[in-house]
């Protein structure tokens, strides 16, 4: 009976394996889904988001372009959205400690300079008591404040000072903390640089501001001042060895112009200062001392009419804690769009000295003319002033190859974005280094005019790292810093906002980790129809052992009974 | 069975041996748990944790181990027959007679005998007390327990400094262990000395006398000052000692050295001179300006004194000042004066001033003022502020108090004015009630000041003035014979001489020959002050105008002029403060330290001295920096922790100060998208 049985049902698996049968199957919903972990999420949110999904998804954590969705976990949003659609866990902020949002720090700084630092710092509803904050660098505290917490805020924002110590990348940590609450912490980095900032200071004719800006700049360190005052026609002041305004490529090793007596300008000069401050994105300072002529510097004002203002007394102006002051003023008739003041003067609701920008450069028009009267007073901060501004504007003047990493601060298994601006400058070729003298070639994509694109993997071992750029003779590194992943805490921005509206453009939502309930449904339904699969039994190889199986247990039965 | 005399003596053996085993066992328990608790205590010690603790957890690990010891020990009668066979050659007849004691079962009694005979005859011969040593035993545990005790030295400074050290390797670095400051004020200040020890700034009275005690185990000290530098020998009682007059701030730093020449960490010490102050002296009463009519009264003054150590004299002095025009006479004079000793620092004073001795007239006046010494050898005379008695006329009697400026008035004056007030003055004497003799006079004489007011800015307008303006006067016909060449200065002289005969009519009350003078010297000031005219004078040499340093020439020899570019250097003190800072956050990154980390900061400090040797913060942080190196040097972690914290402090606190802000902000991208907003607004038109 048995061998009738086997005998029968191999003869059945052979006929239907001749047949090929399939059967139709609704499995699961087929989206793949990749995890991908911002500020504000920890390993444990990431391991709860993915056990939440596994059974409705397949869910990947390495970069895949066939993935259907990106699930963002964390309080911040991605540095690039997602290809596809997006959907963001936000994890819940602290109920019981303080957070530290942001710090903000300037990307690039100069080592004779005071820095401040912005900390931004969420305080839970209800905390009392003095939040205490401190910034270190290199463990040593440069700063600290102990300050009151209003009632009814729920964040605070505070300035603290870092002085920077040597050349290089230099990480700043912000520490915050509640009586009786654990300490938040939250790491920004900046380069530190000692750089030699050129300027040249061009006298239309001789004039008093220029000649006393100019000599307020000569004693910065910082500050390199090439200067030229023409006294006559043909006749010139020089020092070191200035070049005319005649060519904007001339120009383009200056990082600041100061001109003085602006209003002497020739029509063909502005049009090479417009030039420079569009191509080489520098910055051009304007002192006129008259109101004759002013027409000619419309192209870099934009201003069509002034308007003289003799004051009977002196009016201080203030910026930043530095004053100095004046009487004698040139009021645009109308502000240009975009004009900043980089002063302010409680007497008069104008701001003397002001800044516009042009392209990626920017004109600072001193409408005070006679401020340098009144330099010489021990409490009057007229050279200082002058010496911060151009300072600054200087120091916003791109380099001639400048390096600009998404994120200095990377951690061992992520990616490193820099992006390279090259002015003039034929066959780049880049490659980073370690400190122990190991480097290799990155490769540069072009990402637009002048500028280049540089993606490579993080270093395995944590250390300091540079970025070689160079170009013949020319030569530009900058350093970045690969951590251990999770051993530096970063802001936690609260932008959930953003990361809400990001999804919601994505095609997708925004969910709180709590409500991570609502999230498979909608992934699921990503896949319109959830493809059916045909599943053929007989053209797997494993239907061969059945077959073989019966086929054994049948010949096994006749021998056993004499059978051949 | 038992009652044998083998088995008695088997059994008196097992039980001797049983005792022997049990307390080796305590002790090697003991030795054990000892051994173990060490390393913990030690650790506990080392973290700064209580003794008690330290002790606590001992206890605690030894009670563990001999727990452990005793559940593993087997206290039965058989195991001390097995471990009594171990090592001896009783073929285990021991723990077979043993266990016929404890169970003979069906053995035949003779049997048993003769087992038990052999068996107590071959442990009779296994010595006990070498196969379980108690006596090494207690003796290894005795150290062990010694070991552990001592890990409760390392709590011990004087340990943590002789046993080597796991954050340094300087213990052999000459040291200073003590510096004492004694700090002797000058004897006029009547303050008693102070003693400083192991100072980081000593404070004291400029011109104290310091003297410097410094103890260690070093052969030599360098002691130097900002100014000077020697090197003090060691006296008999192993003490440095150097004494020095305390000037201005400064330092004081003390280098120790071994007989071979090596250096040791530094120590500086800050100074800082407190300067004696001058005495304060004031007029309290009558405290201000007093315009009288007559001087005829006597003058109570009350004149107070203070000072920061102690008073010497105070006096009431006083000038009389007589005399008209540029006729003055000074008279100077003291007014005794009774004085009352609040205190030594505190003085008060009363004296009378009688006026009527003076012999004032009007126009003259008094000019008094406090005058006191303090007890400092040499100190010069202070004055209070300066109040005047002047006797004027009764017009400027009445206006006491109400008066405008009167420099302001007389600024106010012009010729025209004095001839105004001469006619108005004519007027007056013609009128129905002319002023009687005495107020014509007063009144003639004001004016007469106001001429020679106005006098006097014509002649500092002409650069000098007359000595004598009578013998001047004298040689008029000198003018109008044409020694000056120019007529513009001697219209000027002429103005000045008719002022001067105005005003010396006008003192004599000769009003309408003052009236003639005043309007001559007008027509006069009026020709040389015109338009057309230049008012020349000459030159004294040292006013001459040298033509080298004038910017004359000629056109075609200008050439464009040409200098190199100005380099300027960060100052000194702020490139060594940062680098400094960068040096400390080094040593903050480190877990341990050792002497070259000393050296590094000593030579930062000296750096950091060579640039700002006379500031005070500056001194302070280098003070701060060879504490550190002394705690480096002492092996002490966590005062180099606090320590590097601390001047990490003082540091950024300074160069913040000094430091310009910087105002950078946004990336290159955030401009170029402010630059393009700007321009597609201004296409759109401006804001007004």
């Known amino acids: 009976m048995i061998e009738r049985v086997c005998r029968a049902s191999a003869l059945i698996l052979a006929g239907l394996a001749l047949v090929d049968p399939g059967c139709s199957l609704q499995g699961a919903s087929g989206a793949r889904v990749r995890l991908l972990a911002t500020a504000g999420a920890t390993p444990d949110d990431v391991t709860h988001v993915r056990e939440a999904l596994a059974p409705t998804v397949d869910v990947v954590e390495t970069p895949d372009p066939e993935v259907d969705a990106t699930v963002v976990i964390g309080r911040a949003a991605p540095r690039r959205p997602p290809a596809g659609p997006m959907f963001a866990v936000v994890p819940p902020a602290s109920s019981t400690s303080p957070e530290v949002r942001a710090i903000e720090l300037p990307e690039q700084v100069d080592l004779e300079s005071r820095v401040t630092a912005t900390a931004t710092v969420a305080v839970p509803a209800g905390a009392a008591g003095p939040l205490k904050l401190t910034l270190l660098s290199g463990g040593i505290p440069h700063d600290a404040q102990s300050l009151p917490i209003a009632v009814g805020s729920d964040s605070v924002r505070v300035p603290l000072t870092f002085v920077p110590a040597q050349p290089g990348l230099t990480l700043v940590q912000i520490s915050a903390s509640l009586p009786g609450s654990t300490e938040a912490t939250a790491v920004a980095t900046t380069h530190v640089v000692q750089q030699e900032h050129r300027v040249l200071v061009h006298d239309a004719r001789p004039s008093w501001a220029a000649t006393f800006v100019r000599r307020a700049l000569e004693s910065d360190p910082r500050l390199n001042v090439t200067a030229r005052s023409v006294v006559s026609r043909g006749l010139a002041t020089d020092v070191g060895a200035p070049p005319a305004l005649d060519s904007a490529a001339a120009l383009d090793d200056f990082d600041v112009i100061v001109v003085g007596a602006a209003e002497a300008l020739t029509p063909a000069q502005v049009t090479t200062l417009e030039r420079y401050l569009r191509a080489r994105e520098g910055a051009v300072v304007l002192l006129p001392t008259d109101d004759d002529a002013l027409g000619v510097l419309r192209p870099l004002t934009a201003i069509s009419r002034w308007n003289l203002d003799r004051r009977p007394a002196l009016e201080t102006l203030s910026a930043d804690g530095l004053e100095w002051s004046a009487s004698e003023f040139l009021w645009p008739s109308t502000w240009p769009a975009g004009a900043e003041p980089l002063t302010t003067c409680p007497e008069t609701p104008r701001c003397a000295v002001w800044r516009r920008p042009i392209g990626g450069g920017r004109v600072i028009v001193s409408s005070a003319l006679d401020g340098w009267r009144t330099r010489a007073g021990s409490d009057v901060d007229y050279a200082e002033f002058w010496r911060v501004q151009v300072a600054n504007a200087a120091a916003a003047t791109p380099e001639r190859v400048a390096i600009t990493f998404a994120d200095a601060l990377v951690e061992t298994g992520a990616t490193v974005h820099a992006e390279i601006e090259a002015r003039r400058l034929p066959n780049l070729a880049a490659e980073w280094q370690d400190t122990l003298g190991s480097r290799a070639t990155v490769r540069l994509w072009p990402a637009g005019a002048q500028r280049w694109r540089a993606e490579w993997p993080a270093p395995q071992t944590p250390g300091r790292y540079r970025l070689v750029v160079a170009s013949g003779d020319v030569q530009v590194s900058r350093e970045f810093m690969v951590v251990e992943a999770g051993t530096v805490q970063r802001p936690l921005p609260s932008d959930s906002d953003a990361l809400a509206l990001m999804a919601r453009a994505h095609g997708g939502q925004s969910v709180a980790l709590s409500d991570l309930a609502a999230l498979p449904p909608q992934l699921a339904g990503l896949v319109e129809a959830p493809p059916e699969r045909v599943w053929h039994p007989f053209r797997s190889a494993w239907i061969i052992v059945p077959f073989a199986g019966v086929l054994s247990v049948e010949w096994w039965l006749r021998r056993r009974r004499g059978a051949r | ?688």
């Not at chain 2, 305590?26 to 003794?51: E, K, N, W």
């Open chain 2, 1 to 688: 069975m038992h009652e044998w005399p083998e088995s008695r003596q088997l059994l008196a053996v097992l039980a001797r041996a049983s005792r022997a085993r049990r307390a080796r066992a305590i002790l090697v328990a003991v030795m054990r748990g000892a051994l173990v608790a060490a390393p913990v205590s030690a650790i506990a010690v080392l973290l700064d944790a209580p003794l008690l603790w330290a002790a606590g957890a001992a206890a605690i690990v030894i009670l563990a181990v001999m727990t452990v010891a005793h559940f593993q020990f087997d206290r039965s009668r058989a195991g001390v027959a097995r471990d009594l066979e171990v090592g001896a050659a009783c073929r285990n007849v021991v723990v077979t007679a043993e266990a016929l004691l404890r169970e003979p079962g069906p053995t035949p009694a003779h049997i048993c005998r003769v087992v038990i005979q052999d068996a107590a005859v071959a442990a009779g011969q296994v010595d006990i007390s070498t196969r379980w040593p108690v006596q090494s035993a207690a003796i290894r545990t005795a150290a062990a327990l010694v070991l552990l005790a001592s890990t409760a030295l390392l709590a011990s400074p004087a340990v943590e400094r002789l046993l080597p050290s796991i954050v340094t390797d300087a213990a052999s670095a000459p040291v200073l262990t003590e510096v004492r400051i004694i700090v002797e004020p000058p004897d006029y200040t009547g303050r008693p000395s102070e003693t400083f020890t192991n100072p980081e700034r000593v404070t004291g009275v400029a011109g104290s006398r310091l003297r410097v005690e410094a103890s260690g185990p070093a052969a030599a000290l360098t002691m130097a000052t900002a100014t000077t530098s020697v090197v003090v020998p060691r006296a008999a009682d192993g003490t440095f000692v150097h004494a020095f007059t305390l000037e201005t701030d400064g330092f004081v730093a003390l280098t120790p050295a071994d007989t071979a020449g090596a250096t040791g960490v530094r120590r500086l010490i800050g100074l800082t001179a407190t300067a004696d102050r001058p005495p304060a002296p004031k007029v309290t009463t009558p405290g201000k300006d007093l315009f009288l009519r007559e001087a005829t009264e006597t003058l109570a003054i009350a004149v107070e004194a203070t000072d920061d150590f102690g008073l010497r004299a105070l006096r009431l002095a006083y000038t009389k000042v007589a005399g008209v025009g540029e006729s003055f006479t000074f008279t100077e004079g003291e007014v005794p004066l009774t004085l009352e000793r609040v205190s030594p620092q505190q003085w008060r004073g009363r004296g009378d001033l009688s006026l009527t001795s003076l012999n004032l007239e009007i126009g003259d006046m008094v000019v008094y003022r406090a005058v006191a010494i303090d007890t400092r050898p040499g100190a010069v005379p202070v004055e209070s502020d300066s109040f005047i008695i002047e006797i004027v006329s009764a017009s400027e009697a009445l206006a006491e108090g109400f008066a405008i400026d009167d420099t302001r008035d007389k600024y106010a004056l012009s010729q025209q004015m004095v001839i105004l007030k001469t006619e108005r003055l004519i007027a007056r004497t013609k009128s129905a009630q002319p002023p009687d003799a005495e107020m014509l006079r007063d009144e003639a004489l004001m004016i007469a000041a106001e001429q020679r007011s106005v006098r006097a800015e014509i002649v500092f307008m002409m650069g000098g003035h007359f000595e004598d303006e009578f013998v001047e006067a004298a040689h008029e016909h000198e003018i109008s014979d044409g020694r000056f060449d120019n007529s513009g200065r001697a219209d000027l002289g002429r103005a000045v001489r008719d002022m001067a005969r105005a005003s010396t009519e006008l003192v004599d009350v000769n009003l309408a020959a003052a009236l003639e003078a005043e309007k001559r010297a007008l027509e006069a000031m009026e020709r040389a002050l015109s338009r057309r005219r230049f008012i020349l004078r000459t030159l004294t040499q040292r006013e001459s105008i040298d033509d080298s340093r004038r910017l004359t020439g000629k056109l075609g020899g200008a050439s464009p002029g040409r200098r190199a570019v100005a380099v300027a250097d960060v100052a000194p003190d702020v490139a060594q403060l940062r680098a400094t800072l960068a040096l400390l956050a080094t040593l903050q990154a480190q877990q341990a330290w050792t002497t070259a980390d000393a050296a590094r900061l000593a030579e930062s400090g000296e750096a950091l001295l060579a640039a700002a040797p006379q500031q005070r913060d500056i001194v302070d942080i280098v003070a701060a920096l060879s504490s550190i190196g002394e705690a480096i040097t002492s092996a002490d972690a966590n005062r180099v922790r606090t320590r590097l914290t601390a001047v990490s402090e003082q540091v950024t606190g300074r160069l913040r100060a000094v430091a310009v802000p910087s105002g950078v902000t946004g990336s290159a991208q955030d401009r170029r998208l402010k630059g393009a907003l700007s321009e597609a607004l201004s296409r759109g038109g401006g804001r007004d």
